[in-house]
């Protein structure tokens, strides 16, 4: 992927979130951002899915803007390549329709991550214990603001800024380095005040 293509792709048409949110779809755009350009028959064999079944899933992709199809001098080989290397997805919906498809979206993406975090816990003990002790697993209690939060997103976002050059530039890559998935989940505890002061005022209408 060239330096013009390091970019995000945002999607807010519901219709577009709810496309994206099929697993052999999300599928598709992670192995062309990670190995792409590819064929639907490449694509197929990386993906253990059928050439017919891939060909499909990128043209409804395609649609969208998510992927494209890039020039190819082998025969009826038709290679595509993703169009961005992130996918913004809307944080606050402006519309019912889009706030049932971002929840649809955002479901299927946490059953993703669900099964990628129990895929490595089961190949773990016989990863090199290196490996083994460097990968993250655990989770961190803290009370801040809305404000602070979303400070925090963006000194993260800052620290992985060198790291994400190598993504695009493999002569970045140091020669130990494997592709590490890092997830990225932080989200407010829910909100018992309210929800005691609600039941109390629903109890306050009651003849």
């Not at 190949?123 to 939060?149: C, I, N, S, V």
Request: aromatic share 6%; glycine share 6%; charged share 30%.
């Amino acid at each position: 992927m060239s330096r013009d293509r390091l970019k995000s792709i945002r999607l807010t048409d519901p219709r577009a979130l709810r496309a994206y949110a099929h697993p052999i779809r999300l599928a598709l755009v992670g192995a062309l951002r990670r190995q792409g350009p590819l064929t639907a028959t490449r694509a197929g064999e990386l993906l253990g899915e059928s050439p017919a079944s891939c060909s499909f899933h990128l043209r409804q992709l395609a649609k969208y803007g998510l992927v494209e199809e890039v020039g190819s001098h082998r025969g009826r080989e038709r290679p595509w390549r993703a169009t961005a290397l992130y996918t913004q997805l809307p944080k606050v919906a402006n519309t019912p329709q889009q706030s049932d498809a971002s929840r649809l979206l955002y479901r299927v993406l946490a059953e993703r991550y669900f099964a990628q975090v129990l895929r490595w816990l089961m190949r773990r003990p016989d990863e090199p214990k290196a490996w083994q002790k460097a990968a993250h697993f655990g989770d961190e209690m803290l009370y801040l603001t809305a404000e602070e939060l979303a400070e925090l997103r963006r000194q993260i976002d800052a620290l992985l800024g060198s790291y994400r050059r190598r993504t695009t530039q493999p002569a970045r890559r140091p020669s130990a380095a494997r592709l590490v998935t890092l997830l990225r989940l932080a989200f407010p505890g829910e909100n018992t005040r309210s929800r005691t002061l609600a039941a109390r005022g629903r109890k306050g209408r009651r003849p």
